[in-house]
């Protein structure tokens, strides 16, 4: 807009409206650099410190320690994030690159996870699922090789009754893979590789996404298959996380983190009310498959 000095101008126009000052998130795709060589740093320290014996560069290992477990882990949260991006580059949805996000809390996995913006509403409910499925699915079907490489390669050791000593259950998936590699264990009885660990992770936040709350992935899933039914679905998912809260807190709280922040209600479609062709209905079907076979009641116990 040009600047008009003649006071005439300005004592017929009206004030300016008042600008609103928004924090905007880079999209540079060298910040998104920036973010996965951060993340990938977090992580390798994390994983080398957690998941090997040395403990990695923050004690007596090297920082290439932890690589079996940065690398594998940001290749399946990177895949879900342009399993997302490549769908909404294929329906001319404006959409972000992976977000990849570090954490400074190395104790954990070194990463809050990664996501995209998808920058504009989606108004097709065809649309609306195949994104929501795209990322979720797959990030599962490359968590797999991982899992299958990774399952024979535990360490067996003396089972431990010692307080505070970490254990993590494991998902359906985890038990059929290890029945068709012929191996079985549980977490206290082997040191898993980290690489397992990286799948492990893989496979809890698919599971975490494909809940059918909000705008989660599973959020967009239901909106397309049930339309105006979701609310009512995503309340009963409500109370049967609140019911687990019994076995432990991990579903209700990620579940009320995502109804306080995100919302139970998703977005309504132009259509609605049309319904779903088979072949989307299948691979609704399959989401549902994927995050039984990925789900854990109690992802980590604390003996």
């Given at each position: ?5 003649d ?5 017929a ?10 924090f ?41 320690d ?14 879900h ?14 959409a ?7 954490s ?17 509403p ?34 067996p ?9 970490v ?7 985890v ?6 590699t ?11 590789h ?11 936040v ?5 809940m ?32 687990s ?23 309504p ?18 989401c549902v498959a994927?995050f ?12």
């Amino acid at each position: 807009m040009e600047e008009h000095s003649d006071p005439r101008f300005h004592a017929a126009s009206p004030d300016p409206p008042r600008r609103r000052l928004r924090f905007r998130i880079p999209e540079h795709p060298l910040f998104h650099l920036a973010l996965l060589a951060a993340t990938f740093v977090t992580t390798t320290l994390a994983g080398g410190l957690a998941f090997t014996d040395k403990g990695g560069w923050l004690k007596d290992g090297r920082f290439a320690d932890g690589f079996a477990f940065s690398i594998p882990l940001l290749v399946i949260l990177g895949s879900h994030e342009m399993g997302h991006y490549l769908m909404c580059r294929r329906y001319g949805l404006a959409a972000t690159l992976p977000y990849f996000i570090p954490s400074p809390f190395l104790t954990l996995i070194g990463t809050f996870g990664a996501l995209i913006r998808i920058k504009e509403p989606i108004r097709d409910k065809r649309q609306l699922l195949d994104v929501g499925a795209a990322g979720p699915l797959a990030g599962f079907f490359v968590a797999l090789p991982f899992l299958f490489y990774a399952v024979p390669r535990a360490r067996p050791i003396p089972p431990t009754t010692n307080p505070d000593t970490v254990l993590f259950d494991y998902p359906f998936l985890v038990h059929l893979v290890q029945r068709w590699t012929g191996v079985g264990y549980t977490s206290a009885t082997v040191h898993e590789h980290p690489t397992f660990m990286a799948a492990w992770f893989g496979l809890l936040v698919t599971a975490l996404n494909l809940m059918p709350i909000g705008q989660l992935d599973g959020g967009h899933v239901l909106r397309a298959v049930a339309g105006r039914r979701q609310p009512i679905v995503s309340v009963i998912v409500l109370a049967l996380a609140a019911a687990s809260g019994f076995a432990g807190p991990t579903w209700i709280a990620f579940a009320a983190i995502v109804a306080i922040f995100i919302g139970v209600r998703h977005p309504p479609v132009d259509n609605d009310d049309e319904p779903l062709d088979f072949g989307r209905m299948l691979v609704a079907l399959l989401c549902v498959a994927v995050f039984l076979v990925c789900f854990t009641l109690v992802p980590v116990r604390i003996l």
